[in-house]
């Protein structure tokens, strides 16, 4: 079976889409490489780009990277807290945040790039989660 992704007026024939993290950057700190936290417990905004693999596309997805602490500094008057669209760490280490971020994203394939975006926005908040048109 073949599918189809359309982006502007270019359109893709493809068998089956899958996810490929594009770029990775922060609102909330320059080069996301070099920083060093100033605090242990820290939480920064990772804004992931991923588009359909080898297709010159792509969203962005808005994944908080946070120690457990600095998870329940911000949520412990909550109570119960469903933790979507969070990656929790231990340490600062880019490479292995990238690293997992990637693992976990580039699994996600589909029919259609909205079924795919679909299953990475599990992980990540997508810039078109609950858009609709009108």
Known sequence: MVYYYQTYLIQY???ILRAEVKGVFST???NLKHFVPKERDFGILFR???GPEGIDA???FDITVCTPEWFRQQ???SGVVIARHH???FEYDYDRIVNKIKSIIERCEGSSWNEVAEKVARYGYWEFEDYTEG
């Open 48 to 50: 992931v780009m991923v």
């Open 87 to 89: 990656l929790i760490v």
């Open 13 to 15: 024939e493809v068998s």
């Open 58 to 60: 792509e969203e962005s």
């Open 75 to 77: 949520y412990e008057f």
């Open 28 to 30: 909330d700190v320059g």
